[in-house]
T-cell receptor, first 114, second 116 residues
Framework: DSGVTQTPKHLITATGQRVTLRCSPR?????VYWYQQSLDQGLQFLIQ???????AKGNILERFSAQQFPDLHSELNLSSLELGDSALYFC?????????????FGEGSWLTVV | GNSVTQMEGPVTLSEEAFLTINCTYT??????LFWYVQYPGEGLQLLLK?????DKGSNKGFEATYRKETTSFHLEKGSVQVSDSAVYFC???????????????FGSGTQLTVLP
């Protein structure tokens, strides 16, 4: 158990809909990362937050957004969903922003768009 | 930019065989290197890591040595088991700076199947 908690574990929704994925980082971790794992594109970095502020953006679509709240949990919002958005979405956390410490992953949220 | 090139799979071995999964990287500065494992139907788990040149990471019989001269971090295990069947990802993390955030860059993953 990495200590990173993601909900829901599985989600099935229709095209055009909007979903929210939630992540609770490990206790004490200030940095939260979101990754997307799909069959055709592998593991892709989406976005990072540090202590409530956005720090880096990767290959995140404009239809997607995220935020980190004062209690450090984070949410990834996916809207106008398309079939190609079906993927495993990982949240990860690390203690500080500028260190060699390990990034720990949650078990992921499986999203299926039908 | 940073990149990780990983040995393509799938790799199929018999139980007790020797395993090597090659990983090379391109990065500026001195990244940390990681191997993550994803068992069927599960999330990513950290397998081992090395944070500086010549460090050896080890866990569960797996080992990898950070080779700066060859920019490599090959994963090895002397005797694989059926339970080692999974997808293995090599990854690197730069240290970040005051202006750039720290990110993990992953290889494409290598599917390992171990047959009894």
């Amino acid at each position: 158990d990495s200590g990173v908690t993601q909900t829901p574990k599985h989600l099935i929704t229709a095209t055009g809909q909007r979903v929210t994925l939630r992540c609770s980082p490990r206790s004490g971790d200030l940095s939260v990362y979101w990754y997307q794992q799909s069959l055709d594109q592998g593991l892709q970095f989406l976005i990072q937050y540090y202590n409530g502020e956005e720090r880096a953006k990767g290959n995140i679509l404009e239809r997607f957004s995220a935020q980190q709240f004062p209690d450090l949990h984070s949410e990834l919002n996916l809207s106008s969903l398309e079939l190609g958005d079906s993927a495993l979405y990982f949240c990860a956390s690390s203690p500080r922003e500028f260190s060699g410490n390990t990034i720990y992953f949650g078990e992921g949220s499986w999203l299926t768009v039908v | 930019g940073n990149s990780v090139t990983q040995m393509e799979g799938p790799v199929t071995l018999s139980e007790e065989a020797f395993l090597t999964i090659n990983c090379t990287y391109t990065a500026t500065g001195y990244p940390s290197l990681f191997w993550y494992v994803q068992y069927p139907g599960e999330g990513l788990q950290l397998l081992l890591k090395a944070t500086k040149a010549d460090d050896k990471g080890s866990n569960k019989g797996f080992e990898a040595t950070y080779r700066k001269e060859t920019t490599s971090f090959h994963l090895e295990k002397g005797s694989v088991q059926v339970s080692d069947s999974a997808v293995y990802f090599c990854a690197l993390s730069d240290r970040g700076t005051e202006r750039t955030a720290r990110q993990l860059t992953f290889g494409s993953g290598t599917q390992l199947t171990v047959l009894p």
